[in-house]
Structure formats: C-alpha cells, structure tokens
C-alpha cells in the first residue's frame, strides 16, 4: 500500500496540525494560531525538505506516535526527546527515514514541553481560511489527533537536508520576555510597573496555546472601570482582576477587554512555547514606561 | 467652518512593535476611521496586515513603521460615514428567546414590545470578535444597556440572537455564553467555504425581520 498517509497510534497528551497560521482575518474573529515554536517548526520542515508553509505536528510534552503507510523523511525538533523507529533509537533533530508501516515514536520531552514532527510532503489536510492550523480557541482547523485517526501526507517536494549537526536553543531555566509598555500602562499604578520590571513570576500550570499564564506578585490598576473591548495582538500581556499577567500566545482571542500592559517581542514567544509550569518569568521593560501623550 | 469633513479627535496608542491602537471618542469615530483604512488599503496607501475594528479603537497589526504611521494619522482627515451606505442584510428571526422577560423588565415595557423594538431598530456591525463571525451589532439607541447573565450559560445554540451592553449578537455555532437571548435566526452566520467566510462583517449593516410562528 503506497498512499500517502500515517495513522496515530499514540495521539499523546495533546498534538495539534500546525502550519504558520491564518492571520489576516482577525477583523473576522479568527486568531492566528500557528506553531507556538515558530523557529522548531521551520527547522524540522528544513531538515526534511518541505516548503516553510508545510504543515507539522506540534505535540506536547509527551510526544505521540504515528505509523506512516508509506515510507517518508521525518525530523524532531523543539523539546529534547528521545525518538525510535520499530523501537529502535534515532537520531532527534537530523533527518530520518522511515520505512512504510514501521512505528515512529516521539517521546516525553527531557526538557522544554512542545514538540515538532515534520514529514516529507507536510500533513495535508484539508485548509481553512488558507492555513491547516488547529485552532483551540474557536475550533477551525482540524480536532486534535486522536488514537486511530489517519492523516493525509503531501507529495514530497525536494530532497532532506544534507546536515551533520544542527544547533537549537535549548530550552530556557529562566524565561526572559522582553516587552514594550502599552497601549494601557497608564491603567495601572507606577508601582505595578515596578512589579512587573524587577519581580520574579513562575509559569502557571494553566497555560495553554492560548495564552501563557503566569504567577506572582498582582499588579495593581490606577483606573478602576471596564475597558471597552479592543483589539489584541500576538504576545500582549494582557492583565485579567486578579492581577496576573498573560502572554497572549497564537489561539489568543482577537478582542478582549482586559487591559493590555505591554507587548512581548514576538522572537522571545518560541521560548515562552517551551517553558514547563515553575519556569521564572522575567519581564523586561524596553519601551518607555508610560505611553507617550496623545 | 462645518463644510470640511470633521477631523475627530484621535489618540494613537503604542502596542509592541508592529502594531499601533488608534482610539476615537466614540464607536462611530472608530467606524468612520475603519472604512477610512479600508479605503485607504484598498488603494495602496497603507500596508497593514490586520485592521481590527472594536468598540471605539482600531487596530493596526503587522505594520513595518509604526511610528511613522503614528506620526501621521492624527492629521488625517476622516470623513464621516455615509448615513445609508450599502444594502441592508436582513436576518430572519424567531423572537423566542429564554431571556425575553428579563430584558422587558430592563427597558420597561411589555415583552410583546421587545421583539416591536429590536425588529424595528436598523443594525451596524461595529465589529467581530468572541468566535469567528460573531459580530457586534450596534444601532438600538436610547434604551439602557443590557447586562450580561450572571451565571453564562454553558452552550447556547447556533443562530441564538442575544443582548449584552449596546450590542446584539448572534452566536456563529453552539458555545458557551452569557448574553441575554431573546430569538433564533436559521441565518449562517459562519461557513469558511463562503468568502467572506462571515455573514456579518464590520461595517454590515442588519435588519431583523421577524418570521410569522
């Protein structure tokens, strides 16, 4: 049987088809969604020769495995894990061939918590809104895999990366988030600023694809009142009543109407995508404090 | 001094490094600025990858220079929306929502006057956000602002017309929710086959037509 395909054998804790997203509708209400690890997602689609707009396999934590029904070029990359083809160990990070039928294990990650898994041709199935992306916020996309699920693969467009090594960030001890103040610093007190710039907060075990959560000291408001609903991006830091801030990650919602203290640069998110629950937080202030007068 | 289009006061707020919150005074300063943007896209002035519309702000994301931007919208010149523009959609509805007694009791007339009102009323949608294709119509003025349920409810059916603050809503597909539902519409509201994939988008204008039981 040569059709192009894997079966989930082991759907793991969660794994989700994601692809670079579907901005560009979020005046619509659709979040962008996306690999949380944009650079880990790129790498793998490199390694095993697939246009950067290929869909892979973004798992959590635990890894998955899948039985390709034809035979393909795989790469791990994001968390450290260990990989086997048929039980046998591979290398992670590198491209590997995997024969049709053989059972290709993704492990729980050593370090870090999302995984990536490309294969040659990239997960093909059907786009919405141009993006293959599962979306957990509102549901576009396709569900998250399940045991026993089949999955459509891609014809294979060039040939794998010819690589001896291939350098990755590990994941980080202390997750360092640099961000710019506003649009709504002015909504809390100087000294919540002060909080946020030079206090520790942890990683909560409540974060998700749609935001990370964190824990710490709450940073109190200078204006009480509801915020009328406004629109939101990638990486706001937005601050719900009970004072803790959360990084908006790709499912984040398009509007809300909790105030937004500042925006994280969005290359310092891949390392928030790979931060496991008790990871310090430190936030770094780069902008000015207080926005400028309108 | 009138004859020149108003130049509405505008705030331009800083949001990361791509992006930029424009606030307005109001939501149909925040309306006129968005048709203004759009226009503007459309003929190649402005390059920006995301306008979000929302209750008085717009977004601007994925913007290249936005201190440039910054520097030069407050002098814009924005005309104000035109009173009648396009056609208006008209939505069927069935007013048999649970909730209809309690928003009478809120406005303070009789529950056979709620659907009379809210079929009356002519629909802008100001913006999308919640779920995709889950737009916030505005347009019922002069009656007080609907609260949300205290207790959401945990799934509310596709096609349920709700009430919350100045807008109504209809919801996409079944979710949880906490506004006020006084009717059911059998219109898609969201089908990512269908461009736009959202039957209701900023700037829509809606009609509730009531359907004979």
Known sequence: ?294 | MSVSPARPRVKVLPMGERALLVELADGSAAEALHAELLRRRAAGELTVREIVPAARTVLLDGLDAPERLAARLPSWEIPPLPPRAEDVLELPVRYDGPDLADVAALWGVPVREVPRIHAAAEFRVAFCGFAPGFGYLTGLGGLPDVPRRATPRTTVPAGSVGLAGPYTGVYPRASPGGWQLIGTTEAVLWDHARVPAALLTPGVRVRFVPEAR
């Open chain 1, 1 to 294: 049987m040569t059709d192009r395909a894997f079966a989930v054998v082991r759907s793991g804790a969660l794994t989700t088809v994601q692809d670079e997203g579907r901005p560009g509708h979020a005046h619509l209400g659709v979040p962008r969604s996306g690999a949380l690890d944009r650079p880990a997602a790129a790498l793998v689609n490199r390694l095993v020769g697939n246009p950067p707009e290929a869909a892979v396999l973004e798992t959590t934590l635990n890894g998955c495995a899948v039985r390709p029904r034809c035979a393909v070029t795989v790469a791990v990359g994001g968390a450290p894990c260990p990989v086997t083809v048929d039980g046998r160990p591979v290398p992670w990070g590198m491209p590997v061939r995997v024969p049709a039928g053989a059972l290709l294990d993704v492990g729980t990650a050593v370090s870090g918590v999302r995984g990536y898994l490309a294969l040659s041709g990239g997960v093909a199935v059907e786009p919405v809104l141009g993006s293959r992306s599962t979306d957990l916020l509102s549901g576009l996309g396709p569900p998250p895999l399940a045991n026993g699920a089949v999955l459509p693969l891609g014809d294979a467009t060039a040939a794998h990366a010819r690589v001896d090594v291939v350098p990755h960030a590990a994941p980080p001890s202390e997750l360092v988030l640099r961000l710019t103040a506003g649009p709504r610093a002015d909504w809390f007190t100087p000294d919540a600023l002060r909080t946020l710039a030079t206090r520790a907060y942890r990683v909560s075990s409540a974060s998700n694809r749609i935001g990370l959560r964190t824990e710490g000291p709450p940073l109190d408001r200078a204006v009480s009142g509801e915020l009328p609903s406004e629109g939101m991006v990638l990486g706001a830091v937005q601050v719900p009543p009970d004072g803790r801030p959360v990084v908006f990650l790709a499912d984040h919602p398009t509007t809300g109407g909790y105030p937004v203290v500042g925006v994280v640069r969005p290359a310092d998110l891949a390392g928030a995508a790979q931060a496991v629950p008790g990871t310090r937080v430190r936030f770094v202030v780069t902008g000015a404090l207080t926005p400028p007068p309108g």
